[in-house]
């Protein structure tokens, strides 16, 4: 459209569409009881503007892949979407709207990814949206680079934008930082962002906590900045015209992202709870909302009314979006003819299907090398780089020490930030998140709810902390996110306990839909890349060592790693088969484990060595397998894992003795470190032949010790 504001027409059909938008806010709260009404009505007219004039969308085919993306970073204020869906044509109905917040509703608190059409990620905790936004924004240049790099700005199939609606406390929430001076860094002229600057949080006034001039912020990011003022001329005047003016100018500079301030009132234009807290987030009550409907030549007497002429008029969208989306396929269409072969695999990766014979790719490691699984899976990484071309990803200013980068590949960055350690272009591939984990596990998330390439991220184990919220919202969207955690136990030495993981294993296994793999050795590795990459339907996150482990030989007496894919699997049995004592171990344990085996056996002990990287993939075998590898029949057990045994007891049992970490680590390297706090062979035997006296296994001694 038109950047002249002189040419913009904003007909009384949008004025009431608007109008009624505010209404169905209000009905929908007050029908639920609860909810978050003030936003949604006071960015009607921006959510409607959006939706009617600058989205391009198609709502008879929500995911058609030519359409721009639009986050509400906001989440709390779902109405703000859940209306323009309606209203829009998507299959969400004026029951749904009644529904809301309900059980089995398509109108969750909330809006859901994959429960709602139309609704592009899952928001709620706030600033989460503006960082997926721009995951998004990087995925969408990363898809053109791949398959229409060479075609003029603006006119390719793959060319679209992502919009997103932000508020205050978006805003405050420190990963909009994060992911902001990122977004600038790279240039992305795809994004734009618009922030509700209404002063309104829950606890009222937003002067209480917040003064920083937040365009300036946004400037010094290297962000193209526009300012509405609704309130400027000390009335409250809805000047849609210059909005759209922002709307259009924002989506013509395709040279850096673009930020919208607009001022608005809160729950305007309600008499009394205007500009409130209280209209932030509860119902205003049937007095308030009367009173708002009489201000908005509304029968205040109705509820959920939605005028035959003002649907009908809304609708008209459906029209444009499939007339977009007709000229898009045309378009679409003769870049497919012309590049068969990148066609063939753009179908591949958008249906994330991995290439025949891939998997022939991973390397295998020989036998007698010590090798930290950091650096094995560095190199599965650069032998995928060739025939997986979705795959791609970097880490938290920790690319030599997370192994992340595949070799040769080219760094994703504007050609002017390019370094000398890490040339690259806008199309690359390696991603650079500087030390930002909140917002590198978002924009993954971003990246992979965008659709078709796969992304990794890569910091240590103890800071997954940092990205915890995005890493749990992965799961709950069932996102094929990659992380890889390095510097996993004790065993990275001499940083200390700061930087040493002891309850993270457990805490990160707690998260439904997190599969966390701690790999023995470099083959164990390769396998767990191989099944992390099989499964497209959830995160996992890859738990790596920082000192070198030995590479097992798997001559027959120790176990295919190819068992790493059921989770958990026999890696050494006892001799003659029939164990009296289990030994499960993760990760650089597992060595620990085979010497304690030895030990034992001499002394008359079959033991059996189970090697367990992933707890959730375990689970998910058949009872007959599980009962094969761990026999109901023998209670003796051990686990071995170097932090706490939080969630161990399920495998060991009541007889059973861990050999774990209960406490902070300490500064030393990682020998004397495994020494000093019980994580050794000895203490394993120990703690066998104590398990065995609690089982009443015959023969086991009396009086024996589980050592310090």
Known sequence: MSRDSSTFEWSDLDKRAVDVIRALAMDAVEEAGSGHPGTAMSLAPAAYLL???????????????????????????????????????????LDDLKSLRKWGSLTPGHPEHGHTAG?????????????????????????????????????????????????????????SHEASALAGHQRLGNLILMYDDNHISIEDDTAIALSEDVRARYEAYGWDVHHVD????????????????????????????SFIALRTIIGWPAPNKKNTGKIHGSAIGADEVAATKRILGLDPAESFLVPDEVLAHAREVCDRGRAQHERWEKAYQAWRSANPERAAEFDRIGARRLPAGWETSLPEFAA?????????????????????????????????????????QPSFIPEEFQTKEFPGDRYGRTLHFGVREHAMGAICNGIALHGGTRPYAGTFLIFSDYMRPAVRLAALMRLPVTYVWTHDSIGLGEDGPTHQPVEHLWALRAIPGLDVVRPADANETAVAWRTVLEHGDRPAGLALSRQKLPTLERDGAIASADGVAKGGYVLVDAEGGHPEVIIIATGSEVQLALEARETLQAEGTPTRVVSMPCVEWFEEQTDAYKQQVLPPGVRARVSVEAGIALGWRAFIGDCGVPVSLEHFGASADYKTLFEQFGITAERIVAAAKASLIRSAAPGAGRGETTGN
């Not at 995911?63 to 989440?75: E, H, K």
């Not at 053109?144 to 992502?162: C, K």
């Not at 309130?231 to 809805?238: M, Q």
């Open 230 to 257: 609704w309130t400027v001329n000390g009335d409250y005047e809805e000047n849609v015209a210059a909005l759209a003016e922002a709307f259009a100018a924002a989506k013509a500079e395709t040279a850096r992202p």
């Open 51 to 93: 939706f009617q004039r600058f989205l391009r969308h198609d709502p008879t085919d929500p995911d058609w892949a030519g359409r721009d993306r639009f986050v509400l970073s906001c989440g709390h204020s779902s109405l703000t979407l859940y209306i323009q869906l309606y209203l829009s044509g998507y299959p969400l109905t």
């Open 368 to 408: 007698g090398k010590d090798l930290a699984t950091r650096a094995a899976s560095g190199e599965v990484l650069t032998a995928l780089a060739p025939v997986l071309p979705e795959l791609w990803g970097g880490s938290a200013d920790l690319a030599e020490s997370n192994n992340t980068t595949m070799k040769g």
């Open 119 to 175: 609704v592009e990620t899952t928001t709620g905790p706030l600033g989460q949206g503006i960082a997926n936004a721009v995951g998004m924004a990087m995925a969408a240049r990363r898809e053109r680079g791949l398959f229409d790099p060479d075609a003029p700005a603006g006119e390719s199939p793959f060319d679209h934008t992502i919009w997103a609606f932000a508020s205050d406390g978006d805003i405050e929430e420190g990963i």
